[in-house]
């Protein structure tokens, strides 16, 4: 005769083994208390937690400011700074790389990139920029009026000659 | 435009776009003067953008990261390509990135040419000028040219290319493809 109770013979049955190393019976949550497996909308909150999160933490670089003091940045705008200054107020190292990446013309995506941050803190830091002086923009060629023949041609006749 | 500089270069630039894997990155690092560099953005996705997704009202975040080539076309003008991301759904609603383009070349690979509608749609939405660039990947193409244009529906007035997007060249003459279509598209509207 087995010494070990058969499921279904033996009632109340006991989970078996039972030698402390287990919850005892009621110790076990109820299976409400365990906790769900999320419905799939809760998997995409979950996803947009870690990636606000992610996203978040850049803008401490910009003292929690997400938009740009001045809005005329655009991926194009090219950048220059103006001096070789290197230290200054409010200035933190993010500033400072900026301006050492637009010693030669850079265009504010190429910022972006090197300083490995999102287009939008990259434009906050370089209105700080812009608005102590330490550098100048320069507007994509393409105004907003919309085509213009002259550029066309001449971007035309510039890749010809590659 | 404030703190102007008449010194500094200013910039165009062109997009490049299609589904995922069909050749944006290597399209522009064949013809980029430095190596692809990748940035990306944080975009806001509002409620009714998502909801055919997941049934949720809000507004969401996500980002988009993009490659890039640059080419300096004359020493006051320099060339930027923005390769479009291929599977993330919402860097059409990237603003900055359509506003300004000249135009753009949509790449396709004949064999899942499907990947590239949305593609085509997005320029056509926005209503920059593209070209359809077929990218031979097995040093041929699968279809005629006749058989691809129907299965964009592409209309008579949009160019198809055939290129390859390892070869210099064959990106230097896409782009080139592209750039007579807009000057022509110019001068054509009075
Ligand atoms: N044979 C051949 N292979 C190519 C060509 N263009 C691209 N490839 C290859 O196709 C693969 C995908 O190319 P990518 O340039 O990374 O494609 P992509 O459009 O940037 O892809 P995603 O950024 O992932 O959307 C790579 O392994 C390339 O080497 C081509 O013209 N011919
Ligand atoms: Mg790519």
Redesign the interface.
Known sequence: MSEYPRYGQDEPYEPYPQYGQYPQYGQYPQSEQYPQYPP??QY??YE?YE??S??VRPFTITGGRTEPS?N?F?????V?A?ASVRAGPGLQREHLRALDLCAA?A?V??I???LDL???VTKILLSDL?DQ?R????????G?GG???A??????D????? | MPGSDTDAPSAVKILVSGGFGVGKTTLVRSISEIAPLRTEEVLTASGADVDDLCGIEEKTTTTVALDFGRITLFPDLVLYLFGTPGQQRFWFMWDDLALGALGGIVLVDTRRIDVSFSAIDFFEKRGIPFIVAANCFDGRQAYTAGQVRQALALGPDIQLHAFDARDRVSCRDTLRTLVDHLVERVSRTP
């Open positions: 799939y909308q995409l909150r947009q990636q606000a992610r996203l001045r005329i655009t991926l194009i705008t090219i220059t103006t013309p265009a995506a190429e972006a990139a090197h999102p287009v939008a812009l002086g550098i100048t923009a320069t507007a994509p060629a393409q907003s085509p213009d023949i550029l066309l041609e001449k971007v035309r510039g890749l010809a000659r590659l």
